[in-house]
């Protein structure tokens, strides 16, 4: 049976199919997912639509809930959504008469999975609930074309539970937008634009070519995630498909992940986080910046700045983090694990800079990591009592890093990736 299945999946592969990832079974009680669209505008969101019409059903079949698709937005109601655990926007955003049906279903703890153009707009404050709030995003301001598979980069977060640091995406077209998710401290931000994909887009006139693009996200003040992904290649003279949105497995499990944890499936509860790894060294990403944990000119000796830097991969931008006592730890530098971030002059006032120095047990070389959720922490020195801070909250390269009076803003958190 074993190579029996292992034959069939071959098949498949050759034949073109999409494969569906299938779940082991689990004692989780089905549930209903309901997804609304138009199919009216574009060929290739009608494609998209016509295609998730197909997938849906035969995913939700193999891992615990059905899959329906209506075009009749008079559903968006009490009584509409009653017995659905979670609803879909496969390519628009709601009629004005059905937000309020819609921001009532979300405030009373409805699960919510949104696709590609659900968050297109030019007139955010038509509906600032929905844009502004809910999604975060604003307007629409630019897009890729033609349509492209990049390479994402997941953050932590349970729909990306046991899923590598980067995966492939299938080919969409992308979005960007006026308002910059990484200011925002209510959205966690599950995948973004990896800068090994940089350019994206094949027409020279519509490349992103450097920068910082949020793909996927969360809302923690609600059941939700947006997905910038729906929209297929097309031949628009023959008006036919020429990729499909469900050709990466690995963006495929992040769905079903993703459908699950909006469900509560498998106990009702999203998953805890996974602790910090003593033994893994990890790229430190601050949330507002989007920015890494870096030792200026990699250096690996003591007094050596820590600024923040472009993502680069390099040793000089992966830490460890090495328990102490009482909840505290050092946290070391790659490039040289003996030496450890140290406030300078074992300070206790705010912007005192924070270098490498190799590791003597002080106090002003400890810190604490507290929790934020959705892979995000904010570290508190042990001998001051004050916060790991990104000065002035700057996005430029090579600003040193300093200790700051502790006040949840997002120059103050930061994102611990694998």
Known sequence: MRLLKRALAAAAVLLGVVAVPV??????????????YNGTYDAAHIDFDKEAREWFPQAGAQNGFTWEATTDWSRLSASGLAGYQVIMFLDDAPPANRRAAF?????????????????????????????????GSGNFATNTWGPTAETLRLGTHPTTAGLPATIPSAVS?????????????DIDILASIDASSFPVGTDPNQQWRSGYYPLIWSNRNYKMIYTNFGHNAMNYETNTRTSSTFASPQQNTWLINSIKWLAGAGGGQPPTEAPIDPAAWYPVVNKNSGKCLDARAAGTTNGIAIQQYACNGSNAQQYQFAPTSGGYVRINQRGNAAQALDVTNVSTTDNAPIQTWTYGGGNNQQWQPVTEGGGYYHFV??????CLDVPAASQADSVQLVQYTCNGTAAQSFRLTR
Do not use: I
């Open 103 to 135: 921001q009532q279903y979300m405030e009373n703890g409805g699960g919510f999975l949104g696709f590609h153009v659900s968050a297109f707009t030019t007139n955010a404050n038509d509906w600032s609930w929905y844009y502004n709030t809910f999604l």
């Open 381 to 386: 020195n042990r001998n001051s009592g004050k």
């Open 173 to 185: 077209e992308w979005y960007s937008w006026s308002r910059d998710l990484r200011q925002n401290p």
């Open 23 to 36: 779940q082991p079974a689990h004692a989780a009680d089905p549930f209903k997912v309901l997804a609304f």
